[in-house]
């Protein structure tokens, strides 16, 4: 009963906030608008046509052989990429977290090398592959002499996926074995267990649902990928690839929404499986944090293959990247390797390089920091507060998390060109910038509120109610108390959001017009046309742009983040 009453109490002091009341409502809008809304545009353009509600459009679209076998390629490509991904990304965090390595060089190498997918456009390592595989490849054709390879289809896709995706579970695996009490695994080595076995009956069975979810992660943004199929794809078609030729090639917005729908299907169900089953049942396997620090392995029949096996993939990694840069100051790649600068001037005098550059980093630096106060918010309010639609913002936003970036393009052209908003304000908004800022916030957004929510969950409650007690609203709080303790969070949301933004490609390539030019664009177009000089100079150039912006964002926080003042103080 007292139980009760408080509750009351708690609601009505919440509805008594004026702007905490706003805030939410803005929140449930903007996600039902611009998440919500597109995803059942879908569905009735799938469903219903001029004879009413009907399955015509999906029995059409089944029968076509072509879509039939993109969607048996693409879960081909997603089990292999998801497979190789995990093991890659299982190893280089066995070899940080267990192994003694013999320099910081190759401990610093190996992070970095990890990192580095993370930060680069989604597109590089397929220009690196195709110039270094490619039918005028140095390695294959002046190298190996072979001078018919084909790097493009079914492997070229499997490959590179899987270098931008390991670092996914490389972070994911980094944190389950970190946690992994050292006395479980010293035990059975006491009682004469090898170190093979040791890892096979006890280290795998703790981290094996983890590792379930780091494979069912990567499957999704696999069979999401739109950028690597299109350009090292070939006639090898995907899910992604098909839906967007299906709409700008066919002109097929029904057959379009309905091959949406379907890979929207496969990633949700993906999802929900590693959302609410593989990702609780990994917390439980694990027995906390050690309570002292883990002898690291200094065998060489151990630490010796390892470090060699990370060594040569860190090296191939390498070698992809530095391949761009190059790629765009060799007169012409695969036959002329004298050294120039003429693609880096034509990028600015006659492709219009300035205008996309500046167009993606007005658009980018827009939408980040709206991207990571919407999510210290969404993050405040599923953590901090109590209200009926609390489950909705949160399920909604983590939504786009699981949302092809393919689907929610076609949502937004069938939404917000011929939809519900024929007139008015939403329509306006079609062919916008603002659109476009809308969208790069929705696929940021998941990323940013599991940060933040993550580092709400460390701090205390008594915090806040103090300045409660002292008269402040909950706005004056978030200001003032909550968002400067998160604020490496929030720092961290911004620059992430800002890269995200800037080398995003799969949702605004249906959406870009004309009046816009994106970096992420040209690129794909001078790629597809195998202006590799180009597209390397605007992928270069991009890279920089995003490497600075993480630099400066790290070297932020060390000086002025959270974990700085707690040291002065």
Request: with cysteine; glycine share 8%; hydrophobic share 50%.
């Amino acid at each position: 009963m007292a139980k009760s009453q408080g509750q009351a109490l708690d609601r009505k002091k919440f509805y008594a906030d004026p702007i905490m009341v706003t805030t939410i409502v803005v929140l449930i809008v903007f996600l039902t608008l611009f998440i919500l809304y597109p995803l059942a545009i879908l569905l009735v353009d799938s469903f219903i046509t001029g004879d009413g509600i009907t399955l015509n459009v999906f029995k059409r679209v089944l029968a076509m052989s072509q879509f039939r076998t993109a969607i048996t390629n693409t879960l081909k490509v997603g089990f292999l990429v998801g497979i190789c991904s995990a093991f890659i990304g299982l190893l280089f965090a066995y070899v940080e977290e267990y192994v003694q390595l013999k320099t910081k060089f190759l401990s610093g190498l190996f992070k970095v090398i990890s990192m580095l997918p993370v930060v680069s456009p989604p597109f590089v390592l397929s220009l690196s592959m195709i110039m270094l595989f490619g039918k005028a490849g140095i390695i294959t054709r002046f190298i190996l002499q072979i001078y018919d390879n084909n790097v493009y289809g079914f492997w070229g896709i499997a490959i590179v996926q899987t270098l931008t995706f390991f670092p996914v579970c490389y972070m994911m695996m980094k944190g389950l074995l970190k946690n992994i009490d050292p006395s479980l695994e010293e035990a059975a080595r006491d009682m004469g267990a090898s170190r093979w076995k040791v890892f096979t009956t006890v280290t795998l069975p703790l981290i094996l649902p983890g590792l379930g979810n780091a494979f069912l992660v990567t499957f999704i943004e696999s069979i999401a990928d739109f950028a690597n199929p299109m350009i090292i794809g070939g006639s090898y078609d995907t899910l992604a690839t098909s839906i967007y030729l299906q709409i700008t090639g066919a002109y097929d917005k029904n057959g379009a929404s309905a091959m949406a729908v379907v890979l929207l299907c496969i990633t949700l169900f993906m999802f929900i499986v590693q959302k609410y089953y593989l990702e609780a049942k990994s917390t439980a396997t694990l027995s906390g944090k050690a309570s002292r620090q883990r002898m690291l392995i200094t065998d060489k029949s151990v630490t010796m293959p390892l470090t060699i096996l990370c060594s040569l993939f860190a090296l191939f990694v390498v070698l992809m990247y530095v391949c761009v840069p190059f790629g765009a100051m060799f007169k012409t790649w695969g036959y002329d390797f004298h050294l120039t600068f003429k693609w880096f001037g034509l990028v600015f005098s006659r492709y219009k390089g300035f205008k996309a550059f500046t167009d993606s980093f007005l658009l980018s630096l827009i939408a980040s920091p709206i991207t990571a106060l919407l999510s210290m918010i969404i993050s405040y309010l599923v953590v901090k507060r109590n209200f009926r639609s609390k489950g909705f913002i949160e399920a909604v936003s983590m939504l786009a998390m699981a949302v092809p970036g393919t689907v929610l393009g076609v949502g937004y052209i069938r939404g917000f060109s011929a939809g519900v908003f024929r007139s008015g304000f939403l329509q306006g908004l079609y062919g916008t910038g603002a659109l476009l800022v809308i969208v790069f916030i929705v696929r940021s957004l998941p990323t940013g509120t599991r940060s933040g929510i993550s580092a709400l969950r460390q701090i205390d409650k008594s915090i806040e109610e103090s300045a409660y007690d002292m008269g402040a609203d909950s706005f004056k709080v978030f200001m003032t108390v909550t968002l400067p303790l998160i604020k490496d969070s929030f720092l961290s949301g911004l620059v992430t959001a800002f890269v995200r933004s800037i080398t995003a490609i799969s949702a605004i390539i249906l959406l870009v017009t004309p009046k816009f030019l994106l970096i992420t664009v040209q690129i794909n177009e001078f790629a597809e046309k195998g202006a590799y000089g180009l597209a390397c100079a605007f992928a270069t150039i991009l890279i920089l742009i995003t490497y600075t912006s993480v630099v400066l964002m790290n070297v932020f926080i060390k000086h002025f983040g959270t974990s700085k003042a707690i040291r002065e103080e």
